[in-house]
Nanobody, 124 residues
Framework: QLQLVESGGGLVQPGGSLRLSCAAS????????IGWFRQAPGKEREGVIC????????NFADSVKGRFTISRDNAKNTVYLQMNSLKPEDTAVYYC?????????????????WGHGTQVTVSS
């Protein structure tokens, strides 16, 4: 069974850091492009950042530039989202998703498999 599982979310104070993980089972991530998306309360889901199967990354959200980075560890079949200098407006459920192909696209319909999400709350 193909599955993506996000973890690492939680409550953090403004200015703090979290590292989210996206672990795959039932398939290997190394041939896929991986995107992170988030959905804040009362808002539509938005693209955050993406890493291609060749390792190149692309930010979808200007608000996270310089603060969020994405990486992949193919040996662990896991993709990470390192989030630094967190702000209250980063509060959301964060999802990872995979797509075939070498390009990062922000359009959600480009992604075939999705995890169930992990909650990130930034609050003092």
């Amino acid at each position: 069974q193909l599955q993506l599982v996000e973890s690492g979310g939680g409550l953090v104070q403004p200015g703090g850091s979290l590292r989210l993980s996206c672990a795959a089972s039932g398939f290997t991530l190394d041939s896929y492009t991986i995107g992170w998306f988030r959905q804040a309360p009362g808002k539509e889901r938005e693209g955050v950042i993406c890493i291609s199967n060749s390792g190149g990354s692309r930010n979808f959200a200007d608000s996270v530039k310089g603060r969020f980075t994405i990486s992949r560890d193919n040996a662990k079949n896991t993709v990470y989202l390192q989030m630094n200098s967190l702000k209250p407006e980063d509060t959301a459920v964060y999802y990872c998703a995979v797509r075939t192909g070498v390009m990062c696209y922000e359009k959600e319909t480009e992604y075939s498999y999705w995890g169930h999400g992990t909650q990130v709350t930034v609050s003092s």
